[in-house]
């Protein structure tokens, strides 16, 4: 074999989990799209994309915190507290709103930091912790929000939940824009690869001198940015905010179930962000799929989880070649 | 030999608790030259390297780098100053790419961001350098077999500008024609300047590459000495000669030419995955036999195998001559088999540590203090107190958590929870590591009564004093196979560690004199 396909295939090999997902997403997208009863425009197109985005920024934000081989239980809470503070200071002039955006995403990077100093400084299990945080964060979105309202600059919200020339969905690029510019510098760096390192093989960097804590403390981080990101994003899409418990309990669950169907390992140094947002993407048009089948909405969950059942199955195909059955434990 | 010290490791100690594992061990390493670092299991040999690596510290005594003292406080410390360690059990990460493992800490950067072509540049450079040009720098290393992963692992080191490279039994997993291009990498790293300490059981690599040989043993340095000065039998000698404090139960006297009894437990020709390669074995009632040899040789392999832990394996087992194959643990500790494994880490696969003295007590046994699936808590009570009383287990109450035990007593009940299913074949992994001398001694009666009563005992220990006197005959492993079996006047200490380095001391002694 020639040292150009070789390349191909290692790095098909190494993105299998991402290639699944987007394939996955291409697929269950077409036939969503080709059965919809009002057929291919670009209108379903953009619902589709805005609802889609709110889960594809959460997924992405925990994919972050799992590839570290940890887990961010408080991501949708960040998600609330962060719409109840956007609806509250996004708003009057342009500068006022474009300032109040950067407060939102600070708060979000702040509960992030949070989260992570509480892993590596205080040394506490990233469930725990985020359990505990997640609580706090909603406790503060009610103070802010006890009921919901508020509202947000309109120039913003149209301009990232409209479409481009009448066509293609803003938020899709707004997406694009922020995962890149997250992910790009973040998996190039030192941190990330000290990220993957940790999920993979933690006493392994250590021994190797990589810089473990910092690299934690970032994914962290930038996973409540991403969240802080949501949160904005679902204030530009509904207008409100709104301290709902229900919606930031099931956005956490949600992202975990992306993340999963996106090919990121949960055991850690596996997977990518891209992964989990075409993960997100499949997951919210799978549900969607039953509606345009005249389904009883009854039926949905029961679906999603057959559905996520049986791709979470096939990553558990390998295990079968295990040779060492304590591996099976590792 | 003209070149001069480079690095040099004065007066160094290291204690954990009560145990010495290095007193005042010195060691200069010479500019451009290999130097080996022989000795047994236990010996102090890891604990140096580790001090050298930073990795632990030591307690006493101080290291030298172009006579300036240095110290380091982490391994990356010690690799900014040019020591760098190939770890015997590796530091790669599996779900990385080759590229990326060996530039993993030190990655080419462009504006901050790793600069993947550049990586790739500088890792095929390495890979070529270290003698592996076929490993695929965008390959994963969770995909390649030991043999590469060693490989990389030494492209890694490579890459970091080592001037002082230690390699760690680092050929253990190599074919012999990657030893063969090993060895040459080494010998051009030599003629570079680099300095190389060389940690390895085999005596012919030694011989090959060996500029200077320095012998550990009890944690001390014994001597230092040109390669070539000492023979071979001359540094066996040295280093062995440890003192003999155990007090073992008395061996039972066969008659010479009584009756084999059939054995309980046999293997044939059984295979593994590489690390087991050919073992044939037979282990008869009210025996025990030792499993000897230097760590990692595949001794912990055969025992999970017998055990049913391994898949896949070829050959035979067979328990009271049939033939059996075992799915696991649940298997193997049923009425019809009767056996029981003592693990080697008690924390981890013996023992639940937060649960109580009684809960682990019964744990393998809960069918047995069981009605309709219901614990019968008078039951299990009397047993507790039973098996308590049997092995002396020193306990507050039985309701403590086990972790609050001594490491010795904890080992006991790891002993203890097997017993209740009166196992008829034991397989222990190194169960006297780490615990008290007091202990020990009671483990010894103990399996010695075990044997009497009738159970086939098979006993791997890294601790040559107790294959000679707690055991009846001794195997000897070496590279997944049995190479020798030692009873009576041979099973020695000399023969055991001859056994252990694959080489034959008996020739060499009949032609020294």
Known sequence: MSDQANDWRFALQRHRGTAFAALLFVAIFTVYLSNHPAGFSWNVVQTAANKAALLAFVAAAQALVVITGGIDLSAGMILVLCNCLASTIVIGATPHALAGVVGVLVAGLACGALNGALVVVGRLQPIVATIATSAVFFGLALILRPSPGGSVDETLADLTTSQIGDTFPASLVFLAAVIAIVWIPFSRSIYGRAAYSIGSAQSAAFMSGLPIRRAQLLAYALAGLLSGVAGLYLTFFSYTGEAAYASGNSYTLYSIASVVLGGVSLAGGRGSLIGAVFGALAFRTIGDLLFIFNFDPLWQPLFQGFVLLVAVSLSSVSLLRVRNRLEWFA | MGSSTIFRIENVSKRYGATVALHNANLAVRAGSIHAVLGENGAGKSTLMKIMAGVIGPNEGRMLLDDREVRFATPSRATDAGVICVFQELSLIPDLSVAENILLANPPRRLGMIDAKA??????????????????????????????????????????????????????????????????????????????????????????????????????????????????????????????????????????????????????????????????????????????????????????????????????????????????????????????????????????????????????????????????????????????????????????????LSGGNQQKVVIAKWLLNNPRIFLLNDPTRGIDVGTKQELYRLLRGLADDGAAILFYSTDYDELIGCCDRALVMYRGRVVSELAGDNLTERQLLAGALNVSAIDEQKAAS
């Open chain 2, 119 to 404: 990586q790739r540049r500088l890792a095929e450079e390495a890979l070529t350098r270290a003698g592996a040009p076929d490993v695929h720098p965008n390959m994963l290393v969770r995909d390649l077999p030991l043999s590469r992963k060693q490989m990389v692992e030494i492209a890694k080191a490579l890459a970091r500008g080592p001037r002082i490279l230690i390699l760690d039994e680092a050929t253990s997993a190599l074919s012999q024609a990657d030893v063969r291009t090993v060895f040459e990498v080494l010998k051009r790293l030599r003629a570079e300047g680099i300095s190389l300490l060389y940690i390895s059981h085999r005596m012919s690599e030694i011989e090959e590459l060996a500029d200077e040989c320095t012998v550990f043993r009890n944690g001390r340095s014994i001597e230092s000495f040109a390669a070539g000065a000492q023979s071979r039998q001359e540094t066996i000698e040295m280093m062995i000669g440890r003192e003999y404090k155990h007090v073992f139960p008395p061996k039972p006297l066969k008659p010479p030419n009584a009756p084999l009894t059939a054995p309980a437990l046999t293997a044939r020709g059984l295979n593994w995955s590489g690390q087991l390669n050919g073992i044939n074995l037979e282990l008869r009632p009210g025996e025990i036999v030792g499993l000897g040899g230097l760590d990692g040789q595949g001794q912990r392999e055969l025992l999970l195998a017998l055990f049913g832990v391994l898949r896949q394996w070829s050959g035979s087992i067979a328990v009271d001559g049939k033939p059996v194959r075992l799915d696991g643990p649940r298997a193997a500790k049923a009425d019809a088999i009767g056996m029981a494994l003592i693990p080697e880490d008690r924390k981890s696969e013996g023992l639940m540590l937060p649960m109580s003295v009684a809960e682990n007590l019964t744990m393998a046994g809960l069918g047995r203090v069981s009605r309709f699936g219901v614990i019968d808590s008078n039951q299990e009570r009397e047993r507790v107190a039973e098996l308590l009383k049997r092995l002396q287990i020193q306990t507050a109450s039985p309701d403590v958590p086990v972790g609050s």
